[in-house]
């Protein structure tokens, strides 16, 4: 794996770090002629890359780690269970009046659609706007009318990496994925519905890496 290219600040930074660590922030803002807030997102991109350490109440230093594998060790080694929320889900005998009520009430872009905990299909704003604007009553017609149906939803299970989660909603282009777990009824396998990964999810998984990595 390359390693990721750096702006002329971020070299001044790793330059400086060699010479005088351990600096702080604010010493690095100084010698830069710049705040320590401009600075923030350089420092968070070379610690999260591995490229500099950040030891808290002391200052950044140079680690000889390759620029990449903090970053990539740390996104491979988290889980879905671990970044994973409540799912927001509906029968499919729900009308779509009612349905568009939840989505708007939890503030989310899928629902997904269950029986007896079972997932059975999802309905994203994207649907239920195709609906709005084909002038069809919300009041009468079931949510199961429009959702798309499994076996053609798109899911991941707990132990899943949140990198490949960040690759699926990419790749097919959906806000969020219902989280599964596999069960038995007699010979029959069942996915329950324990969980959803959002595109929200992955972007506080991002500020929370970035943050950790602020120091002095």
Do not use: C, W
Not at 71 to 98: A, G
Not at 189 to 205: A, M, P
């Amino acid at each position: 794996m390359s390693t990721i290219k750096l702006s002329p600040r971020q070299e001044e930074i790793i330059k400086l770090v060699k010479e005088l660590e351990p600096i702080t922030s604010e010493q690095l803002a100084a010698k830069l002629s710049v705040t320590r807030a401009a600075l923030r997102p350089d420092l968070a991109i070379l610690t999260m890359t591995g490229i500099l350490e950040a030891k808290p109440k002391v200052g950044y230093i140079y680690s000889q780690k390759p620029s990449y594998s903090l970053i990539y060790d740390y996104i491979r080694n988290i889980k879905v269970k671990d970044i994973m929320s409540k799912p927001v889900m509906v029968d499919e005998n729900t009308t779509v009046y009612d349905a568009i009520v939840h989505l708007f009430l939890n503030d989310v872009g899928t629902l997904f659609i269950e029986s007896g905990g079972v997932l059975t299909g999802a309905v994203s704003r994207k649907d239920f706007l195709k609906m709005a604007i084909g002038g069809t009553d919300m009041h009468k017609v079931p949510v199961g009318i429009i959702m798309t149906r499994m076996p053609n939803i798109i899911f991941v299970e707990k132990e899943d990496t949140a990198y490949l989660v960040a690759q699926k909603i990419m790749e097919h282009e959906v806000d969020s994925l219902p989280v599964i777990e596999r069960t038995f009824n007699g010979s029959k396998e069942v996915l329950k519905i324990v969980g959803k990964v959002s595109k929200t999810n992955i972007t506080r998984l991002f500020v929370k890496m970035g943050g950790n990595n602020q120091v002095g």
